[in-house]
């Protein structure tokens, strides 16, 4: 599947020598991410390196999740980049949602590759990632029947098993309350832009769906273990854990690019997507000569050598064309090809639900913290909502 040539490193090396030829090379780059497992920060610290910039980046130990990384880059005002987050998170940032978070004018060499993913001047997308629902199609799932949906709440009347979250926080917990919400945005309804019926179906989801406890991170597991019939999992993770699965189970998922007993749900509607994108921050105190030495890290890294590197590291798939090229060729895994409804536009509105999200996440997360959704222990499961008499205006505010 992948194609990336030897000759990928030496050429980032080549680029990395051209573009910080006026750089500050003694200035140390302060970077916040949520993309930033252990892995992933050894991996591009090591990287920066050796093409000449010196940077710093907590790992996940220490900032774990966008919320975390966008509210540790405001608090502290210490950063010179941002990479990672999400088009909510995005959106907030460029808004002025956070006092003292603001990007600079910025526009890579690699700008008009990344086609839709990017805020014209002050962000530009990385990597692409998805949320998925999937299904064993053997004994412990449909027995080779094939699922077929309108919309991603449609499982909850699938009359199979599914594995649904345990606590509310969360990007990919987020990112998955978000895809059986699309189907439901009203414009005009009191609660949060979402139609009551769309709040009845994700508790259904939450009160008959199996969260596993503790035991299970995210939806991989249940699946893997066949203790479900129905999961959901974020994409660029997805076939490093199947090509590992038989390490954690003795009914394991087989077949990676060729499945062999399991499947994608086909939703009509598609999927929701997320794209990483970076930015260069306001940094008070910060000289001409040290942004620039922001500036060419921040070519370098989105490049589409360094991109490649990264992707074919981290099994994700960047916005870089260039770079998807490179990884892929004409190969691009069939996750990636799934209808984006993140970049729909929402009837009655001019904004995509991307941005719409955006808009409503903060009184969706009150909203499911008021009414104690998604609890994780079975023996507590809280009692369905009286749903035709419920303060929507009290429930959309934050508990005191």
């Known amino acids: 599947m992948k194609k990336v040539i030897a000759l990928i490193l030496a050429l980032t090396m080549v680029l990395a020598l051209g573009i910080t030829a006026h750089a500050d090379d003694s200035y140390t780059i302060r970077i916040y991410s949520n993309s930033n497992s252990t892995e992933r920060t050894t991996w591009l610290i090591q990287a920066a390196k050796e093409a000449g910039f010196n ?125 059986i919400l699309y189907a439901f945005t009203d414009p005009d309804s009191p609660a949060g832009g979402i139609s009551i019926d769309g709040w009845k179906a994700l508790w259904k989801f939450c009160a008959d769906g199996k969260s596993g406890g503790d035991d299970y991170k995210y939806g991989f597991d249940p699946l893997n273990k066949g203790d479900v019939a129905i999961s959901e999992f974020y994409s660029s993770a997805l076939y490093g854990k199947i090509d590992a699965a038989a390490e954690g189970s003795e009914h394991p998922l087989i077949g990676a690019l060729e499945p062999e007993n399991w499947a994608l749900v086909d939703i009509a509607d598609g999927t929701y997507y997320i794209a990483e994108y970076i930015g260069i921050l306001d940094k008070a105190g910060r000289t001409e ?22 992707a074919e590291e981290f099994d994700s798939v960047p916005c870089n ?48 913290t008021n009414l104690g959704f ?23 505010q934050k508990a005191e």
């Open 55 to 179: 940077i710093s980046i907590d790992d996940n130990s220490v900032i774990s999740g966008d919320t975390a990384a966008v509210q540790a880059a405001n608090e502290n005002k210490d950063g010179d980049l941002i990479f990672g987050l999400n088009e909510t998170r995005w959106g907030q940032l460029i808004d002025g949602a956070y006092e003292n978070l603001s990007v600079i004018d910025w526009t890579p060499s690699w700008a008009d590759l990344v086609g839709e993913y990017k805020y014209d001047g002050q962000a530009w997308g990385l990597v692409i990632q998805n949320v998925l629902m999937l299904y064993r199609n053997d004994e412990f799932g449909t027995n080779g029947e094939e699922l077929h949906f309108d919309h991603w709440a449609d499982v909850v009347n699938s009359g199979y098993s599914w594995y649904r979250q345990n606590k509310i926080g969360g990007t990919t917990n987020a990112n998955i309350n978000s895809a």
């Open 289 to 310: 000569e040290q942004t620039e030495t922001v500036k060419a890290f921040a070519d370098w890294f989105g490049s589409a050598e360094v991109q490649a590197e990264w």
């Open 321 to 368: 064309a260039d770079a998807v090229d490179l990884v892929y060729g004409d190969d691009i895994p069939e996750i990636y090809l799934l209808p984006n409804f993140a970049l729909a536009t929402v009837d009655g509105t001019d904004m995509t639900y991307a941005a719409y999200v955006a808009a409503h996440s903060a009184e969706w997360t009150n909203i499911m």
């Open 374 to 396: 998604y609890w994780a222990d079975a023996n507590d499961a809280k009692p369905e909502p009286d749903w035709d008499n419920l303060d929507w205006a009290t429930l959309t």
